[in-house]
């Protein structure tokens, strides 16, 4: 046997059990700050509705379905104003714009709820875990927001119009879910791990719904800014939502609109999957997308019919804005 063969089998060996180890190798995912640094992050939600009225009566094309969509682009800006690496951090949170869109609209269109954002603050501590520690600011921002979806001077009457409330919620509480629900952060994790999470449903209708997930570590994957971890996530219904989450309403009223004439409503099944990528050398999270597709049953308030069918197709997006597109929003103020 000649010594080229033998080295090149020797290499081989070295290669292959270096890339076994690389595979195994547990890597941490810390959420890092440096104090005076801002990070913008914008966040979209946007849903496609589907309402069969008639059930039993639709056609296979459709044809009886009303489609209603809307949509709420927010950019928010997260400024450390104390910094720990081995503790809490203070953030200071800048809502600097809001924007609602829809399809449809009540006969009554006041401003929206969330659009009364824009230069209101918001501070929060944060671990480097990144679970949320304090979260009494955003809770009074998220109150004083819901008494803004009311329509003023209906007495007792109280009539509340529809809102993305609970999409903002689950843009602000759930940002660093994925790297914050890991079970013991500080060890690491390996690519293909798996771990298990709950995130709210933001929905049209007035209604506490959650989602279970399960993240994975697909891959490590290199860029010019650092290594990403690849996090792939899959949601199902959730049996409950957390109590502890926040209710940005009080009392009794009645809700404007398809949404609010609909009730009863009855979840039937919930899919989706989403994928992060989380900056490992940054410890920086640079964008997120979370899909999923709801179906409901609901029901007339008097019996006029099977009731309706209510089909939710709902994206959610975050992203790092970089310098170049923090200076193209500041132009088109």
Known sequence: MSAKPFILTVVAITLLTGCAALSDKKIPLTV????????????????????????????????????????????VAYTPIETDPYGLTTIKALCESVKVSRSKHSSYTPKEAVETLPGKTFTFTVSPAGRIEDYSELEKLIRQTGEKAFRPNTGSDRI?????????IASQWFLWDSVSSIKNPSQGITAGQTWNSVLSVPTPMVMRKARDVTYTLA??????????AVIHSDY?????????WPIPYSGTFQMSGTFGFLRGYKVLDLKGQGEELFNIDTGQLEQSHQQYQMNLEASFPIAIGPGARVTINQNLTMQLLGPQQEIAGKKQK
């Not at 509340?160 to 903002?168: G, L, Q, R, T, V």
């Not at 891959?219 to 990403?228: A, D, F, Q, T």
Request: charged share 40%; aromatic share 6%.
């Open 32 to 75: 890092d700050f440096q104090k005076d640094q801002t990070l913008r992050y914008k966040f979209v939600s946007a849903r496609d509705i589907d309402v069969i009225l008639s059930p039993s009566e639709a056609k296979a094309d459709k044809s009886g379905t009303q489609r209603y969509t809307e949509t709420m682009e927010i950019v």
């Open 160 to 168: 509340k119009e529809p809102d993305m409330i609970s999409d903002f």
């Open 236 to 244: 199902t219904l959730a049996k409950d939502a957390s109590r502890s």
């Open 219 to 228: 891959e490590i994957r290199p860029s010019e800014k650092g290594r990403l």
